[in-house]
């Protein structure tokens, strides 16, 4: 990973220098071993603090919806699991491809403090679905992550309804709605999200009633259904650590089986699964036949 | 000075008649909730997921219930905390912010909702054996081997020594089987914290210049850009901390009346007091920068050098982004301002 | 539960497509056709006008049971818009599953302008399932249970 942040640094530099790119996204190291933070860096002087390795979990791609604002071209590391968020947001018209220039950065799976990243051990592909170039190695070409990422899902789908409910009270009621989950998703682009919008009449800034909680954590999960990429920053984020990736992995599956094997950011296709249809597509009373009531 | 044995503590607790609130485990997370028999106790751990804060300023309470009848409109308030309480295994940086607390809520006009609940407690602090290498605590005047509460606990592996500093405390502490100790003791445990605390990352940091008279030129800093561009803008660092205390009231329609109630609010939201012209706070350099000079200027400006962080660390341990505190003071603190 | 309060009444909110399902329910009226005043209906453009916040809000306003009709796939009057709905609905109500709500308190059936006679069959039988789930108590905002 050393070798690979170096040829980043030089590349980087580079371009800065030739002027492609007018700045560069990217990480730099905290005060700590694992406190890495995103970080812009305008110049070369500012590059020596760049950093690339073990701790750069965090998904840039939702960076990109302000730096595409800003003059000139930026110059973005993702990540392969990044690189689908990222085309994701080309697809929805949220980004400009020539604002960009796009980094492909090898991964061998991403940690914090706690050992390897949730995202990593389910590690989709290591494939970039967009970039400019890729810089990797043989290492980081090798596939990681050996669970399978459906495996939680499908533990909750055996359970009787009111085991499920049980298990994501106890989950849900941890919420404090601080929206770090809907702040960090690369898939959450409203300008005005509908719990800040004082017109939308469910507003609110505390989960007070557990309907709060459920309505929430429904509504975030929902509208990025068929646009998640299943990136993982919201369970990694969260400062309760309630498992909100299996949210998005219900409605992953669900769509998957339903309406065929589908991977948001991947493919030219810009229309999802719940923006397109066919005619034989299966009844709402098919939920009624499936799992455990 | 008294002490217990170490396999007393939850007969302790269980023996207080009032509701005791202690840090216990919930799932994954440390909390200080109502405890029960059969709960996990965890007094080990510093820096808890949430703060005691919950309980004197909880997230959210109604406030007021109004509805028609007929023509007149009926209002209900709430009623005020009336029933005595514990709150046990409060550190050092806490207790601080606990009386950062009072200076916003207890001083004209009084909060009634929190004065209540704050008279009723009972504090037991809990001094802190094994720092963190996230506390700064020292920084802030706050000494980890001394809380300021109305009982103290030294925990000294086998057994726990305690000492009451109030009427309250006394009162608290009189049914405990505690025998008489050697205030040596103590004073050795407490040169031990001295000595763990300094070996600490952030145990000494330069504060110089986070004051009053420097506030213009820590309010015009070029610096707050680039510190707050990682920034997400989510409430994660506001919810955990235990100083902050904005909050917003709200009315909420149930459909035969409205339901008054406050809430937590954090200045990292776009939403943040916001007025009828908009916001004066249009991007998230402005909310970023409110967060650290309210904590680190103004607070202190208006409250006699008090700072509004009490250096207990759960900015650094919950930011997604691994933002905080530590890295605005060091950012903002080198150099020119060390007069 | 409906055992636990005799008075107990459900609500049923269902909503309905202007084009077919809401003249379903006026001919099933004109046709003298008995289905029950449990059942407030909401008239909608379409069945994909129905955004999961109103369904939500139902429940949190106190609806024990949530019904959508629209126009049978095909017959859409704005062509696709039902096509659409039944995955965004089938969706919704798999996630409310999944959380633990009742899934019979969801339900969505196709109701032509000419089909009268179903839109009273099929209120009867959702009213009837809604009777024997009970009350919502999931899915609510207890303070709207305050009277």
């Keep these: 990973m050393q070798e690979i942040m170096n040829r980043m640094k030089a590349r980087a530099i580079a371009l800065l220098a030739d002027g492609t790119v007018s700045r560069v996204m990217g990480w730099e190291k905290g005060e700590g071993e694992y406190d890495w933070s995103p970080a812009l860096f305008e110049n070369a002087e500012e590059m020596e603090a760049f950093v690339y390795g073990d701790y750069a979990g965090a998904n840039l791609s939702k960076y990109c919806l302000k730096l595409g604002k800003l003059e000139g071209k930026t110059l973005v590391i993702l990540k392969p699991c990044d690189t689908l968020s990222f085309k994701q947001l080309i697809h929805e018209h949220r980004l400009e491809r020539e604002k960009f220039y796009i980094i492909g950065a090898g991964c061998t799976g991403m940690k914090d403090e706690k050992g390897a990243l949730l995202k990593c051990n389910a590690c989709k592909s290591k494939e970039f679905a967009i970039y400019d170039e890729i810089i990797d190695s043989e290492e980081s070409r090798k596939p990681t992550g050996v669970m399978d990422r459906m495996a939680g899902v499908a533990d909750l789908e055996q359970m009787t309804a009111q085991e499920r409910y049980d298990f994501w009270q106890g989950e849900l009621s941890r919420c404090i709605r601080c929206n770090a989950c809907r702040n960090v998703c690369p898939a959450c682009t409203c300008i005005k999200c509908v719990f800040d919008n004082p017109a939308s009449g469910v507003q609110s800034k505390a989960p007070v009633t557990s309907f709060e909680e459920n309505m929430f954590h429904i509504i975030r999960a929902y509208h990025v259904a068929g646009r998640c990429t299943d990136c993982g920053e919201c369970s990694r984020v969260c400062p309760q650590n309630i498992p909100l990736h299996l949210l998005n992995r219900k409605l992953i599956k669900d769509m998957n089986e339903l309406y065929g094997e589908y991977q948001a950011g991947e493919g030219d296709e810009e229309r999802t699964p719940l923006t397109s249809y066919t005619k034989e597509d299966a009844e709402p009373g098919i939920v009624h036949e499936r799992g455990r009531a | ?339 | 539960m409906s055992v636990n309060n005799p008075n107990w009444k459900p609500k049923i909110v269902a909503f309905c497509c202007n084009w077919c399902s809401y003249a379903g329910a006026d001919l099933a009226g004109s046709g003298r056709m008995n289905y029950p005043a449990d059942v407030k209906i909401i008239r909608v453009p379409c069945s994909c006008r129905v955004n999961p916040l109103f369904i939500l809000r139902a429940f949190e306003r106190g609806a024990d049971g949530v019904i959508i009709c629209g126009c049978h796939p095909g017959d859409c009057h704005y062509t696709s818009g039902n096509y659409y709905a039944r995955r965004r609905l089938t969706m919704l109500f798999s996630l409310l599953d999944y959380l633990g709500i009742e899934r019979d308190r969801t339900r969505v059936e196709w109701v032509s302008a000419a089909e009268g006679a179903k839109f009273a069959k099929t209120m009867n039988e959702f009213v009837e399932t809604i009777y024997s789930l009970g009350e919502n108590r999931k899915l609510s905002d207890i303070r709207c249970k305050k009277s």
């Design chain 2, 1 to 339: 000075m008294r002490k217990f044995a170490a396999d007393q503590l939850t007969k302790i607790i269980s023996s207080i008649s009032t509701p005791v609130y202690a840090p216990v485990e919930d799932g994954s997370m440390v909390v200080y909730d109502r405890y029960e028999d059969g709960m996990t106790l965890r007094l080990d751990k510093v820096g808890t997921d949430k703060t005691p804060k919950d309980i004197l300023f909880p997230q959210w309470e109604n406030l007021m219930h109004f509805r028609m009848e007929g023509k007149t409109i009926q209002l209900t308030e709430e009623e005020r905390a009336k029933e005595d309480y514990v709150i046990f295994g409060v550190r050092a940086c806490d207790i601080q912010a606990i009386k950062v607390l009072d200076r916003v809520f207890l001083a004209d006009p009084i909060d009634t909702y929190y004065a209540a609940r704050r008279e009723h407690g009972t504090i037991v602090g809990l001094a802190c054996g094994e720092p963190a290498k996230s506390c700064f605590c020292k920084n802030f005047g706050v000494d980890p081997a001394k809380p300021d509460a109305d009982v103290v606990l030294w925990p000294a592996g086998d057994c726990w020594y305690c000492e009451a500093y109030t009427d309250k405390g006394r009162a608290l502490m009189e049914s405990w089987p505690t025998e008489a100790a050697d205030e040596a003791a103590v004073e050795t445990i407490k040169a031990e914290i001295a000595v763990k605390y300094d070996a600490l990352p952030f145990a000494k940091l330069n504060l110089n210049g986070f004051d009053g008279d420097h506030l213009m030129e820590k309010f015009d800093s070029p610096k707050w850009k680039k510190l707050s561009m990682p920034c997400l803008g989510c409430g994660s660092c506001t919810f955990a901390c235990p100083t902050c205390q904005c909050y917003d009231i709200r009315d909420y329609d149930t459909g035969n009346g409205i339901q008054r109630y406050r809430c937590w609010d954090s200045c990292m939201y776009s939403d943040f007091t916001l007025m009828a012209h908009g916001t004066n706070r249009p991007t998230q350099v402005e909310r970023y920068r409110q967060r650290f000079m309210h904590k680190l200027v103004y607070f202190p400006s208006r409250n006699d050098g008090m700072y509004s962080c009490v250096g207990c660390g759960r900015c650094i341990e919950k930011c997604p982004m691994n933002l905080n505190i530590v890295k605005v003071i060091k950012a903002l603190g080198e150099g020119d301002s060390n007069d």
